[in-house]
């Protein structure tokens, strides 16, 4: 069974740093992953998706990458702002198409 | 906006009452599916639909119904609602249920808050 673990559960760092934030899986054997952001009372927002084949995608300040022989994705943050406060969540599609989330890592930037 | 809207975003219920949540969408999504998110549990498909007229199980479907008599919209049933069932509920849609293609991202919903006492 695929199991998404991402540690820590909670991160809080200040105005302008660069961060990563880590997702780990037990199953190589994946499709693809996805990093969605979650907002207090919201739904999830897909920011980036990574195929197996693929090793990084980047959209503005995001960039995450994928090592599937590990079984690691990060995603990297730079120059984060007190908007980037969220709850961000990994999610990988296994070999019976199925979706597995991480439980996410809940992110607070200070001004 | 197109997007997925789902009703009520509050509920509260008592133990063995039934309520629907309503979940539509407008953007011709064949895939539909209906998500639990709990503290320390992460999301759990409940039901997914791959078309109007078809629905099955995901990895905790117990306790909910669903019916999809349309493209636009995929209610979920509680007939019997339980404490166990206090959740944030969420839906998500996507253009078809190939999981494996990157331009079939889920659209979600903003939730649907629901706690059974």
């Known amino acids: 069974k695929q199991e998404v673990t991402q540690i820590p559960a909670a991160l809080s760092v200040p105005e302008g740093e660069n961060l990563v934030l880590n997702c780990s899986f037990t199953?190589?054997?994946?499709?693809?992953l996805q990093w969605f952001r979650q907002d207090p009372g919201k739904g999830l927002t897909s920011l980036l998706l990574?195929?197996?084949?693929?090793r990084e995608q980047t959209s503005g300040r995001l960039n995450a990458s994928l090592d599937k022989s590990s079984g690691r994705s990060t995603l990297y943050i730079a120059a984060s702002q007190p908007g980037d406060s969220a709850t961000y969540l990994c999610?990988?599609?296994?070999?019976?198409?199925?979706?597995?989330f991480g439980k996410g890592i809940t992110l607070s930037v200070r001004p | 906006n197109a997007g997925v809207t789902q009703t009520p975003k509050f509920q509260v219920l008592k133990t063995g009452q039934s309520m629907t949540l309503q979940c539509a969408q407008d953007?011709?999504?064949?895939?539909m599916s209906w998500y639990r998110q709990d503290p320390g549990m992460g999301l759990r498909l409940i039901h997914y639909s791959v078309g109007a007229g078809i629905t099955d199980q995901g990895e905790v479907p117990n306790g909910y119904n669903v019916s999809r008599s349309t493209t636009e919209d995929f209610p979920l049933r509680l007939l019997s609602a339980a404490p166990s069932q206090t959740s944030v509920y969420f839906c998500?849609?996507?253009?078809?249920?190939?999981?494996?293609?990157?331009?079939?991202?889920?659209?979600f919903g903003a939730g649907s808050r629901l706690t059974v006492l």
């Open positions: 990574i195929q197996s084949s693929q």
């Open positions: 998500a849609s996507s253009l078809t249920g190939n999981r494996l293609s990157g331009a079939n991202v889920l659209t």
């Open positions: 999610a990988v599609t296994g070999a019976n198409s199925k979706l597995t």
């Open positions: 199953d190589s054997a994946i499709y693809n």
């Open positions: 953007m011709n999504h064949e895939y």
